[in-house]
């Protein structure tokens, strides 16, 4: 399809394991984000890639979290050490780089630590 | 202060009335703006930008005060698949941020 594809869709997994989720942006975004969002709550910003680089890793919530993209494409958000509160949907939005060009969003990767 | 706050809803309307969702931002150089909705467990998906001119897609028109910083959203004769949370986004650059929402239900 042509939209942002996330995977796994659905996660479950032990506390203190590790989980990586990916996703593809559409084909030409230039610019990647990465969001969770809690059960009835907002979306709370993690960390935006321009390209291959993150200029604004303010997001991310602990040294657990980190991110790489590669190839202007596929980004991985790696959480090592998973805790109970890390459970949340993990969502990917990507867009082009030009002003004013609004964020599309992937389906989302539900995550439930046990 | 937040830098986008919304009405917090819920908002709960018959079918067919006429609901306004309102917006504002802290940073006046905010340069794009946004609605988007989100149905229940689902991703938020965007539903129109708002111009300076205003705009109008259909039911729905959104305004943009730059002065007073507030965005609106109008929906006219609304429809049951109109229910969702709304999201209002601001924009300067590639720096994005999500409002908390306001949750619509339309009622039979």
């Known amino acids: 399809g042509a939209g942002v594809s996330q995977s796994p869709s659905n996660k479950v997994t032990e506390k203190g394991k590790d989980v990586e989720l990916r996703c593809d942006p559409i084909?030409?975004?230039?610019?990647l984000y990465w969001y969770r969002q809690r059960l009835g709550q907002g979306l709370e910003f993690l960390i935006y890639f321009q390209g291959n680089s993150a200029p604004d890793k303010s997001g991310l919530p602990s040294d657990r979290f980190s991110a790489e993209r590669t190839g202007e494409s596929v980004s991985t958000l790696t959480i090592q050490r998973t805790q109970q509160e890390d459970s949340a949907v993990y969502l990917c939005a990507s867009s082009l780089a030009a002003e004013n060009q609004p964020q599309h969003f992937g389906d989302g990767t539900r995550l439930s630590i046990l | 202060r937040k830098e986008v706050e919304q009405d917090p809803g819920p908002f709960n309307v018959p079918e067919g009335a006429t609901v306004a969702f309102n917006c504002t931002y802290s940073?006046?150089?905010?340069?794009?703006f946004f609605w988007y909705r989100q149905d229940c467990r689902k991703e938020p998906k965007l539903l129109m930008s708002?111009?300076?001119s205003g705009n109008e897609d259909g039911r729905f028109t959104a305004q943009l005060n730059r002065a007073s910083q507030y965005i609106s959203l109008l929906i006219r004769d609304s429809k049951l698949s109109d229910s969702a949370t709304y999201l209002c986004?601001?924009?300067?650059?590639?720096?994005?941020?999500f409002g908390p929402g306001t949750r619509l239900s339309v009622l039979p």
């Open positions: 708002v111009y300076s």
């Open positions: 940073n006046s150089a905010s340069q794009s």
């Open positions: 084909s030409g975004h230039t610019a």
């Open positions: 986004v601001v924009a300067k650059g590639q720096n994005f941020v």
